[in-house]
């Protein structure tokens, strides 16, 4: 097993200062309501989603702007539709948390429906490893938690700054996985793929110029995608594939879907290779664009440090 560069944290004394009061109150609060009735959490999160929409100004901005970048041919009313729905999406979410960190395995399992799994398994047989993409949707603590239920992974993570959070966040994702991954542990997930282990990687986020190509995203022409994805997706012996999830209307459950390995993929050309990776993340965005995290400035960093900001 690879070494982790993010220790497991351990509980220290300190967490009980006064610092971590307000962070205590809130994981009590959230444990509590993680043993309410599914549908009623779901209903809870779409009552906090609005109160969100109403008071949370900043992050609706960035939200409405992202669609406004992405999605220009839209109807200003669609918009507004994706974004009513995308904000009660992020209270369901912060409930799902909870659910994650701290549901009982039988509880978890029978929420989830998986399909796609004898693509990694066909894999495996062959001696591969396996490298899942995936997106930031706004049930990724969940989804995590079930899918790791059916194949354990190697998610490759941001840790909280919270050292209180971190120590949540870690025992939680890991309940159902194999181990973790501090975001900077390149050798360590090189090592996992080369120990034929599923790996899970998010490469849709802005993550500056470092290792990054201008490449279309959506309808932004010019959009800093990371190369870090090939790094991975070139290790020999490796498959790269979809990790498509998505919360059941009907309020059942999850879905996760493994899509088959991506064909000629990677090639040569960094280029159009990260061009193929937004080019999938947007068809599994575009199956449930109410469910992904808008919330974020995907396009902050422009192809000139002195081009003007596309959030002002």
């Not at 390149?186 to 500056?208: F, H, M, N, T």
């Given at each position: 097993m690879s070494k982790n560069k993010v220790l497991q944290p351990n509980f220290k004394l300190s967490f009980l200062l006064p610092q971590y009061w307000l962070t205590w109150l809130g994981v009590i609060i959230l444990y509590t309501i993680s043993w309410l009735p599914y549908k009623v959490q779901l209903a809870l999160g779409r009552l906090v989603g609005r109160l969100l929409l109403k008071i949370a100004s900043s992050r609706k901005k960035v939200a409405l702007r992202?669609?406004?970048?992405?999605?220009?041919?839209?109807?200003?009313?669609?918009?507004?539709?994706?974004?009513?729905?995308?904000?009660?999406?992020?209270?369901?979410?912060?409930?799902?948390?909870?659910?994650?960190?701290?549901?009982?395995?039988?509880?978890?399992?029978?929420?989830f429906t998986i399909t796609g799994l004898e693509h990694i398994e066909a894999a495996k047989a062959d001696g591969q490893g396996v490298l899942l993409l995936a997106m930031h949707y706004l049930s990724a603590e969940i989804i995590g938690r079930g899918f790791g239920h059916a194949h354990p992974l190697v998610i490759?993570?941001?840790?909280?700054?919270?050292?209180?959070?971190?120590?949540?966040?870690?025992?939680?994702?890991?309940?159902?996985?194999?181990?973790?991954?501090?975001?900077?542990?390149?050798?360590?997930?090189?090592?996992?793929?080369?120990?034929?282990?599923?790996?899970?990687?998010?490469?849709?986020?802005d993550y500056g110029r470092n290792r990054s190509l201008f490449v279309p995203h959506f309808a932004v022409k010019e959009t800093a995608t990371t190369t870090g994805t090939l790094i991975f997706a070139r290790q020999k012996d490796t498959k790269t594939?979809?990790?498509?999830?998505?919360?059941?209307?009907?309020?059942?459950?999850?879905?996760?879907?493994?899509?088959?390995?991506?064909?000629?993929?990677?090639?040569?050309?960094?280029?159009?290779?990260?061009?193929?990776?937004?080019?999938?993340?947007?068809?599994?965005?575009?199956?449930?664009?109410?469910?992904?995290?808008?919330?974020?400035?995907?396009?902050?960093?422009?192809?000139?440090?002195?081009?003007?900001?596309?959030?002002?």
């Amino acid at each position: 097993m690879s070494k982790n560069k993010v220790l497991q944290p351990n509980f220290k004394l300190s967490f009980l200062l006064p610092q971590y009061w307000l962070t205590w109150l809130g994981v009590i609060i959230l444990y509590t309501i993680s043993w309410l009735p599914y549908k009623v959490q779901l209903a809870l999160g779409r009552l906090v989603g609005r109160l969100l929409l109403k008071i949370a100004s900043s992050r609706k901005k960035v939200a409405l702007r992202n669609l406004e970048l992405c999605f220009p041919e839209m109807s200003d009313a669609e918009r507004q539709r994706i974004l009513k729905e995308n904000f009660e999406n992020t209270g369901i979410a912060l409930f799902e948390t909870g659910m994650g960190w701290w549901w009982p395995d039988w509880r978890i399992k029978r929420k989830f429906t998986i399909t796609g799994l004898e693509h990694i398994e066909a894999a495996k047989a062959d001696g591969q490893g396996v490298l899942l993409l995936a997106m930031h949707y706004l049930s990724a603590e969940i989804i995590g938690r079930g899918f790791g239920h059916a194949h354990p992974l190697v998610i490759f993570y941001r840790p909280h700054n919270n050292q209180l959070m971190e120590f949540f966040q870690f025992r939680g994702r890991g309940r159902s996985n194999k181990y973790m991954l501090g975001k900077r542990d390149v050798k360590g997930l090189i090592k996992a793929l080369r120990d034929k282990e599923s790996c899970l990687y998010l490469p849709d986020q802005d993550y500056g110029r470092n290792r990054s190509l201008f490449v279309p995203h959506f309808a932004v022409k010019e959009t800093a995608t990371t190369t870090g994805t090939l790094i991975f997706a070139r290790q020999k012996d490796t498959k790269t594939m979809m990790m498509i999830p998505k919360r059941k209307e009907d309020g059942s459950g999850y879905t996760v879907e493994i899509t088959p390995p991506l064909v000629d993929f990677p090639t040569d050309n960094d280029e159009h290779d990260v061009i193929r990776v937004n080019q999938e993340v947007e068809k599994a965005i575009l199956r449930k664009p109410e469910q992904y995290m808008w919330l974020h400035r995907r396009f902050k960093t422009r192809p000139n440090e002195d081009d003007p900001s596309l959030y002002k």
